[in-house]
């Protein structure tokens, strides 16, 4: 199956300080997603960006398919952007099965 | 509109035990998922489902049953509890196609002893 491979795998960033993730992936992709689970456990989608670029506020991701890899940025950094990014991706002839990779820990001190 | 709601939030099974782990949604979405999360390991598919009646396998389902009787609900059956069963368990749910993206519910901390 596809391989999903993050960097960092942890990040640690004072407040205010800019980051950015990397999602590689393996082959080929129908959906990429980029999520945030915060300190709680909660998982939240950031994006859905299988190409091109998506700004939402002090985030912004890019996702580059023939190359096989997206990037998440994160600007002026708070400690509220804190816990585990995940990216997914689907790929082949299923629609559905998300495959993830296995996060990069930011952790943003005041 | 309550989104993925699963119940229970925290659960403590002696190994043997059977249990279901619930999942509802109110978004009239199709395709419904179930993952576990264990340390270091990122999410991993259990099983999923692609509308009421149709449920297929994911990346770890061993030791795991489900059934997909009406759109709203997916529940997941450990019929025998293991230690190596102990993780967190989160489920999913998504408009069918590739071009949505996901919403998961609050997940189920499950300890096995």
């Known amino acids: 199956g596809i391989q999903v491979e993050q960097s960092p795998p942890d990040l640690i960033l004072q407040e205010g300080a800019n980051s950015t993730l990397r999602c590689n992936f393996s082959?080929?992709?129908?959906?990429l997603q980029w999520f945030h689970q915060n300190p709680w456990g909660q998982l939240i989608n950031l994006f859905y960006?299988?190409?091109g670029t998506k700004q939402n506020g002090r985030l912004s991701a890019t996702t580059v398919a023939t190359e096989r890899y997206s990037l998440l940025y994160i600007s002026s950094s708070q400690t509220t952007d804190s816990g585990v990014y995940f990216c997914a991706v689907v790929s082949g002839g299923s629609n559905y099965k998300l495959t993830f990779g296995k996060g990069t820990l930011l952790t943003v001190n005041p | 509109n309550a989104g993925v709601t699963q119940t229970p939030k925290f659960q403590v099974l002696k190994t043997g035990q059977s249990m279901t782990l619930q999942c509802a949604q109110d978004m009239n979405h199709e395709y419904m998922s179930w993952y576990r999360q264990d340390p270091g390991m990122g999410l991993r598919l259990i099983h999923y489902s692609v509308g009421a009646g149709i449920t297929d396998q994911g990346e770890v389902p061993n030791g795991y049953n489900v059934s997909r009787s009406t759109t709203e609900d997916f529940p997941l059956r450990l019929l025998s509890a293991a230690p190596s069963q102990t993780s967190v368990y989160f489920c999913?749910?998504?408009?069918?196609?590739?071009?949505?993206?996901?919403?998961f519910g609050s997940g189920t901390r499950l300890t096995v002893v």
């Open positions: 999913a749910s998504s408009y069918s196609g590739k071009g949505y993206g996901y919403t």
């Open positions: 082959d080929s992709v129908n959906n």
């Open positions: 960006i299988p190409s």
